[in-house]
Nanobody
Framework: QVHLAESGGGAVQVGGSLLLSCVVVGSKYQRVVGWFREVPGREREPVAG???????FYDDSVKGRFTVRQDKAKDLVYLQMRGLKPEDSGMYYC?????????????????WGQGTQVTVSS
């Protein structure tokens, strides 16, 4: 059984930083972990993804500001967020699936965390 749990969200001012963590327990070895953002009234958006072999992908809106990395020994995946903007605000979820296919295929993710809220104010 796969279990994910996010932490590290909070309220920051524009330009600030946050480090989100996602504990991923029980997933397949060859997997991808994705970070997604949800804002009321909008579709859930992909933010970043990291494959089991450390291949990483980012949405264009966060490239150069966010970094995704993993510590397999600790079952943790991190999302380092820098240079935060108000449009980065939302509920952030991590999710995992097998490594086949694109990290963008949200419908293929069956295991999700409960989310952590990020609020960026100007």
């Amino acid at each position: 059984q796969v279990h994910l749990a996010e932490s590290g969200g909070g309220a920051v001012q524009v330009g600030g930083s946050l480090l989100l963590s996602c504990v991923v327990v029980g997933s397949k070895y060859q997997r991808v972990v994705g970070w997604f953002r949800e804002v009321p009234g909008r579709e859930r958006e992909p933010v970043a993804g990291i494959y089991w072999n450390d291949q990483r992908f980012y949405d264009d809106s966060v490239k150069g500001r966010f970094t995704v990395r993993q510590d397999k020994a600790k079952d943790l995946v991190y999302l380092q967020m820098r240079g935060l903007k108000p449009e980065d605000s939302g509920m952030y979820y991590c999710a995992t699936k097998g490594a086949s296919g694109s990290w963008l295929d949200q419908e293929d993710y069956r295991d999700w965390g409960q989310g952590t809220q990020v609020t960026v104010s100007s």
